[in-house]
């Protein structure tokens, strides 16, 4: 295998919104290639999904001019899969479903690793000299908060609401700010084929949390994966998810 590329800057930053960047690691395979949101508010600022944990996530928010030491920050892992909350141990203040805690913690927190490690292609370039896949594993951070359906978090000039959203795992939720009509819907809800059949998954709890969002009213969903999108699209994306499961005959279909 060539030399893979050793790259200055391992995040690509976006404007997503007032007080909203989103982050995103493009040398990473696509399947792991998550969403990291940036929110900061008037009292205190959300990293929602940190990312791999491949590089230093703070150092390079830092570089752009966006971190700031003084200011509180929260980190909130969407779900415990290792392309959300590879990053966590960055954070002090760590938050996470209760139903999803322990993949912060020791063993747990390794079990994407080995299936990354072992891809083809699982990055196309590196975050620094010397750095190695093979050495590559999450680092345990333990929550210091755990989420439940309608827990608050203000920030100041607004605030989310925790919706749990399981299915795709058993803690997934999403982050719904109802007077900006945004959410951010971890995995439950991105644009691209949505997972149900990975090890904790659970496709006839995901059928309800698919029935909950159609019934939400959000007007911009930033998903865990891919592009932004609006109204439209987050209910043509539930029928499609939806339509499929009743095609492959799954019990309990509607
Ligand atoms: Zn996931």
Redesign the pocket.
């Known amino acids: 295998m060539s030399a893979l590329p050793v790259v200055p800057r391992w995040f690509a930053r976006a404007p997503a919104g007032p007080g909203l960047d989103r982050y995103a690691e493009p040398h990473v395979h696509r399947w792991f290639r ?1 969403n990291i949101w940036y929110l900061r508010g008037t009292e205190l600022d959300l990293v929602i999904d940190p990312g791999m944990g491949i590089a230093p996530l703070r150092a390079a928010m830092a570089a752009e001019g966006q971190w700031l030491e003084d200011r509180p920050v929260l980190a909130i892992a969407t ?1 415990g ?1 290792i ?2 909350m590879g990053g966590m141990h960055e954070f002090a203040d760590r938050a996470i479903h209760a139903a999803d805690a322990a993949a912060l913690d020791g063993d747990e927190a390794q079990h994407l690793a080995p299936a990354f490690r072992a891809m083809e292609g699982a990055v196309t370039a590196l975050p620094a000299p010397g750095w190695q896949l093979s050495a590559f594993t999450a680092k345990a951070a333990p929550a210091t908060r755990l989420l439940a359906e309608g827990d608050r978090i203000e920030l100041g000039d607004r605030a989310l609401t925790v919706l749990h959203l399981p299915g ?2 058993p803690g ?1 939720i999403g982050l719904f700010d109802e007077a900006g009509g945004t959410l951010f819907s ?2 439950a809800l991105y644009d691209g084929e949505l ?1 149900d059949d ?1 090890p904790r998954s659970d496709p006839a709890i995901y059928r309800e949390t698919m029935d909950r969002l159609d019934r939400l009213a959000a007007r911009t969903v930033h998903g ?1 994966h891919g592009a932004s999108f609006g109204r439209d699209r987050m209910r043509a994306l539930i029928r499609d998810y939806l339509d499929g499961r009743r095609r492959a005959g799954c019990p309990g279909g509607h």
Do not use: P
Request: aromatic share 0%.
């Open positions: 998550a779900h899969h392309d959300h795709h795992s997934s971890g995995d997972l990975l865990g």
